[in-house]
């Protein structure tokens, strides 16, 4: 049985404490939060758990064999290396960092203590893309070619002291929620050779960002991201994808009716929507969980969480100067 030291108090907080109420081989035994919501919070999804204002505290006073880190994105390198400092395996949400600089240092941290460390790019636990990449690595798209991916919604009114709408702290749509597409793309093609981005910014009280994305993949694939955080608040939030290839296409909107639509020399019908089973969310910490009680490597490594914030910071980079930048080059 893992014991869980959970660090915040926010929304993502709360879907990691309730999903860990699904996972049979862990348990949140203790809560560190800045939040003054932190005992009601605890008393609500974490039933028993110890609370603490400090989470390096937490890690030196609590009972706990693992650090699932869900607070703003700055402060992920600070946790992650005072977690591996104790050689507690640990957990971070994505985006990994802010910057290149804190990621390598995540990296090198995580390595050097030879903990389990894991990132949060949920979307590969997603049905709809997990199920698109099981058809796509059978071939049945034949040679990719382009893939377009979408991730709308209102501009994000939750956060500590309005963090998001902060862009030298969240790094605006692109490096927070344009990155779960990034993460995807990469994992389904491989690697990015740049980036070209276009972004329109507003203010009406909350930072609106509006994000076009073009990927060029080292094997030639193109890759289109959407990304918004310029819909009216109460608006649904949307993702799609069309993911074609020289044989066939497979398509996915959160607005239709079907989970998966097939077409070209993809095989199979078209696969219905259905209640899902378990959460991704949950998914993925069970994943992880295991991993930790096998000693087995997570799906996803520390690298992959660096590759896909310098694929996020390589779009912030170009949608500001409007030229094509590629990942490998930001932070040199």
């Known amino acids: 049985m893992q014991r869980i030291g959970l660090v915040g108090s926010g929304f993502m907080a709360t879907t990691h404490a309730n999903s860990y109420q699904e996972v049979a081989d862990a348990e949140v035994v203790a809560v560190a939060s800045l939040g003054d919501n932190r005992e009601e919070f605890a008393a609500e999804h974490a039933p028993g758990a110890d609370v603490y204002a400090d989470a390096e505290e937490m890690m030196d006073d609590a009972d706990v064999t693992v650090v699932d880190i ?44 030879g903990i389990t460390f894991m990132t949060g790019h949920v979307l590969r636990y997603f049905p709809e893309y997990v199920e698109a990449k099981r058809r796509i690595d059978a071939g049945e798209i034949g040679t990719p070619g382009t893939f377009r991916t979408e991730r709308m919604s209102s501009p994000p009114r939750y956060g500590s002291n309005s963090w998001f709408g902060d862009k030298a702290q969240s790094g605006g749509v692109l490096l927070d929620m344009a990155i779960h597409d990034f993460d995807y793309l990469r994992w389904v093609v491989g690697d990015v050779e740049r980036v070209f981005a276009r ?134």
């Not at 996915?252 to 959460?279: C, H």
């Not at 490594?301 to 912030?316: Q, T």
Request: contains cysteine; aromatic residues 6%; glycine residues 8%.
């Open 70 to 113: 869900c607070t703003p994105t700055p402060t992920h390198r600070p946790l992650v290396e005072a977690a591996a400092e104790r050689e507690l395996d640990a957990f971070c949400e994505k985006p990994l960092a802010r910057t290149v600089e804190d990621a390598d240092a995540i990296v090198e941290a995580v390595e050097k203590a």
């Open 199 to 332: 972004t329109a910014e507003w203010d009406d009280g909350h930072l609106n960002q509006h994000s076009s994305v073009v990927l060029r993949f080292e094997d030639g694939t193109v890759g289109h991201v959407e990304a918004s955080w310029g819909y009216p608040e109460g608006s649904p939030f949307v993702t799609s994808y069309e993911l074609a290839g020289d044989e066939g296409m497979l398509e996915f909107d959160a607005r239709d009716e079907n989970a998966v639509r097939i077409s070209g020399g993809a095989e199979g019908a078209n696969a219905p929507e259905s209640p899902l089973a378990k959460s991704p969310y949950t998914a993925e910490l069970e994943h992880f969980i295991e991993c930790v009680e096998h000693g087995h490597d997570p799906d996803i490594s520390p690298d992959d969480a660096r590759k896909a914030v310098r694929i996020a910071l390589a779009a912030i980079e170009s949608s500001e100067h409007g030229e094509p930048v590629s990942p490998t080059e930001v932070g040199a």
